[in-house]
């Protein structure tokens, strides 16, 4: 379905310290795919993004690309990616303005070219009239916003994007769903982390279920069911089956002692 | 009140201004030995201060000393408990000026913090903490130090009790202070916030000048009181028997009056200053309860409306947009981070004490002449822009702090990053050296020759500073946010002191036989324009050997991507 690879992971292993945050993962995602990232806190899905941008060296194994070696080509990388961290931990002291002009400076986005892309960002995830207001000054759901528009603005071919909708407002998380659908349809390939289970279930391609720092299932939904032996249930039972949490009721009866 | 809560909050308080550690790490870690330092080094500088002052005490009393002059000098122990009753004001007047340093070199983000705003903690509990972290920074390294040396001394020559005494009063003076500069620090913020939102798009420009304005005048004081120590120190004594009415003076009364035994006037002096200590601490936590949770509005840099980019100068010399970009928001975070802005002091104080110095504001009020204004002329041309080039040397790519990850996640090459930021660092070390030059030539009147030398050496000292010090920069970046951000790892600044000293050595070297023949009086035939261009050549090749270090070091940053 996807002849050629976007990103390929190769025996990648990284830990810190005593903890194995990735362990021997292969992963390979085709171009205009998106592709769901999920596991419990802790699974090793931001550090799995992480090295895909360049923002952590695995300890062994190979990071590919875009056909490109993240450790051998990281700034030729870094041209195509868009990435979004988890937490927006931005230049508070910028106006949204300025850290989006700056963005789109270091990714060399021709002058004409910059002015319209973030002019209809801004207006399409309604920030217009707040781009002059220092970013320390927004609500995390701003900075979230600003975020994703310094992910997008250089038209990436690859976008990293983890827990892209946590802080959005329904109006802007849906726009930001249906402008990654129409990416895909430019062949723009899509990795995102995320614990909402329906909007994985909704926009994802295929999905894949870490645990522990390894993949523990992987593929499209049909394919969930089938490794989990659940026919006809949604993403979240898959989920907490493979991850061997299904039973929870004797957590919630101890919590409420 | 909840003593635990007021320990917890302290403990994070503190915690949170130590040396925090995030690379290659994911446990907490913190190196005990570096984070109490102020402490350790307070006491051994307090132990052999009491030793130095009792053995000069021994010499002046007992040995050598003209009869006269022993004669005409109080007895020893009258000498010394009059010096200790000056110790509760001296630690009140420095601990206030720390703190209230301290207080605005917070990081603008975390001085806002409200994580125990929504804790079930009271505002007694909140301001006590507060007052509490204040006064366990340098204020009780202070009393520390001062309290080690009053005993050591003491205990040579009998006094002992006394010491115990002005130690336990230096507490609560340093507590004294710190309740202040809460009291400061809550009408600061609250007033603060009502300029900037009066001030609309000139906020950023209110704050950067009233923050230099702040640092300024209390700087200015802080060397006044220093470098007029013995007389400010005379003139206390006599000037606190004067104004008793002044509370801030209660307790060194206090302290006077019960080493004199004088039972009523201590009784008197205790209780007042009890009362006003508890009133501060209550005024504190009136002013928290009603602007404690104030929020800032926010400043509005643009106007809202179509958005134009710019075209920038940058371009045309050569940088290309990636640099131009990183160059830009540096000058941005320069003119807006808070804890940045102090960067610009040290620059600031070393133009401001060679004219105290020179016009005998200071120093007893004795102008210097002749050839130590020469000196002030070349300490005005070449230090502050000296400084300022290896300071931000130094900070330059840990002030990027935990949004360096844009930095590693952008296209952005080592060399890139190095040409903005030893490009911003010479730019802005260079506008230090035509101001603190112009400020030299306006006061002292050098000769044509000495200006052009004086410009064009600091100029090449800059070249070499700005390049040795990005290299400190590189290696020991501190990217963690604490409350107040330090940006370059304590070993590593002082790496860079001695590095970018024997740098700056090394490049004006060639002009050093100048300086000694001329300070011996001894003509001699030296062609000094030949000493700046082999100065030149000695700066440029440190110069590019360093830049060629640090392409390597931040490649090597980038590719790690540590934060």
New interface residues.
């Given amino acids: 379905m996807y002849p050629q690879s976007a990103v390929e992971l190769r025996n990648v292993t990284k830990r810190?310290?005593e903890?194995v945050a990735v362990n021997n993962l292969n992963l390979s995602i085709g171009k205009g795919e998106i592709f769901g990232l999920l596991g419990p806190n802790g699974s090793g899905k931001s550090t799995t993004l992480k090295m895909l941008?360049?923002?952590?060296?695995p300890d062994s194994g190979d990071v590919n690309v875009l056909g490109l070696d993240v450790?051998k080509q990281?700034?030729?990388v870094?041209?195509l990616?868009g990435?979004v961290?988890e937490s927006a931990?931005?230049?508070?002291?910028?106006?949204g303005?300025?850290y989006l002009?700056?963005?789109?400076?270091?990714?060399?986005v021709p002058?004409e070219e910059?002015?319209q892309r973030?002019?209809e960002y801004?207006k399409a995830l309604q920030l217009?009239?707040?781009?002059?207001?220092?970013i320390?000054?927004y609500s995390d759901g701003m900075k979230k916003k600003i975020s994703l528009i310094s992910a997008f603005v250089h038209k990436p071919k690859l976008l990293l994007l983890d827990e892209p909708l946590n802080a959005l407002d329904p109006r802007s998380a849906r726009i930001v769903k249906d402008f990654l659908h129409s990416l895909k349809a430019q062949g723009v390939t899509t990795i995102m982390s995320t614990h909402v289970l329906e909007i994985a279930e909704a926009i994802c391609d295929r999905i894949g279920i870490m645990y522990q720092g390894s993949i523990l299932a992987l593929g499209n939904m049909d394919e969930l069911r089938r490794t989990a032996s659940l026919p006809n249930s949604g993403l979240e039972d898959i989920f907490l089956k493979l991850t061997g949490t299904e039973d929870l009721r004797a957590v919630v009866e101890e919590l409420t002692r | 009140m909840n003593w635990k809560n007021v320990l917890y909050l302290l403990r994070v308080d503190r915690k949170s201004g130590r040396l925090i550690r995030g690379i290659?790490?994911?446990?907490y870690k913190e190196n005990t030995f570096l984070a109490y330092w102020p402490y350790w080094t307070a006491t051994i500088v307090g132990i052999l201060g009491g030793l130095i002052a009792n053995y000069l005490a021994v010499l002046v009393y007992q040995q050598g000393v003209p009869s006269g002059v022993q004669g005409s000098l109080p007895p020893l122990d009258q000498a010394s408990v009059n010096f200790f009753t000056v110790l509760p004001t001296l630690v009140l007047v420095a601990s206030l000026i720390f703190t209230l340093l301290q207080q605005i070199q917070l990081a603008?983000?975390k001085a806002s913090s409200q994580v125990m705003y929504w804790l079930p903690i009271t505002w007694q509990e909140h301001t006590l903490a507060s007052i509490l972290a204040n006064l366990s920074g340098w204020p009780i390294a202070l009393v520390i130090g001062l309290s080690a040396g009053t005993l050591i001394y003491s205990a040579f020559n009998g006094i002992i009790i006394q010491a115990l005494l002005t130690a336990a009063i230096m507490c609560g003076a340093a507590f004294m202070a710190s309740s202040i500069t809460e009291i400061l620090r809550i009408i600061q913020v609250r007033l603060t916030g009502a300029i900037y939102k009066s001030s609309g798009r000139g906020a950023v420009w209110v704050r950067l000048v009233g923050t230099l304005a702040f640092f300024i005048i209390f700087y200015i004081i802080y060397i006044y009181l220093t470098s007029g120590f013995s007389s400010f120190v005379t003139n206390l004594t006599s000037a606190q028997n004067a104004a008793w009415y002044v509370p801030f003076i209660w307790l060194a009364l206090l302290l006077s009056y019960t080493i004199k035994g004088l039972v009523l006037q201590a009784v008197l002096f205790f209780t007042l200053s009890v009362f006003f200590i508890a009133g501060l601490y209550y005024l504190a936590i009136e002013l928290n309860k009603r602007f404690g949770l104030y929020e800032p509005?926010?400043?509005?840099?643009?106007?809202?409306g179509?958005?134009?980019?710019k075209?920038g100068l940058l371009g045309k010399f050569g940088f290309?947009?990636?640099e131009?970009?990183?160059i830009?928001?540096d000058l941005?975070?320069f003119t807006?981070?808070r804890e940045l802005i102090s960067v610009y002091i040290a620059p600031i104080i070393m133009i401001i004490i060679p004219l105290f110095n020179s016009f005998g504001v200071i120093n007893g009020g004795i102008a210097p002449s002749g050839q130590t204004i020469l000196a002030f002329t070349a300490i005005i041309f070449v230090l502050p822009a000296c400084f300022m080039a290896m300071l931000l040397g130094e900070v330059l790519i840990g002030e990027e702090g935990?949004?360096v990850?844009?930095i590693?996640?952008?296209?952005?090459?080592g060399k890139n990053l190095v040409r903005s930021k030893y490009f911003f660092i010479v730019l802005f070390s260079t506008i230090i050296l035509l101001i603190s030059g112009t400020i030299g030539i306006i006061f002292y009147h050098p000769s044509i020759e000495y200006t052009t030398i004086g410009f064009l050496e600091t100029f090449f000292v800059v070249l070499t500073l700005g390049s040795v010090a990005l290299s400190v920069g590189f290696k020991g970046p501190d990217f963690s946010q604490t409350r107040r951000a330090r940006m370059i790892r304590q070993e590593w600044s002082l790496i860079g002191l001695v590095v970018c000293g024997l740098a700056g050595l090394a490049v004006v070297a060639p002009l050093a036989p100048i300086a000694i023949f001329s300070f011996l009086s001894i003509t001699v035939s030296y062609n000094i324009y030949a000493a700046v261009a082999i100065s030149a050549v000695i700066s440029i090749l440190i110069s590019a050997i360093f830049y060629r270090i640090n392409v390597g070091l931040a490649n090597d940053l980038?590719?790690?991507?540590q934060i």
Avoid: C, H
């Fill in positions: 810190y310290n903890l941008v360049g923002l952590v060296q450790l990281p700034v030729e870094k041209r990616v990435y961290p931990n931005i230049y508070e002291f910028l106006t303005i300025e002009d700056f963005i789109a400076d270091v990714y060399e002058p910059k002015k973030i002019t801004l217009e009239g707040r781009e002059g207001d220092m320390n000054s | 290659k790490a994911t446990r603008g983000l509005p926010a400043i509005t840099v643009q106007k809202s179509v958005y134009m980019p075209v290309s947009n990636v131009a970009a990183i830009k928001k941005r975070a807006r981070r935990q949004s990850w844009r590693y996640a952008s296209p952005i090459s980038l590719k790690k991507a």
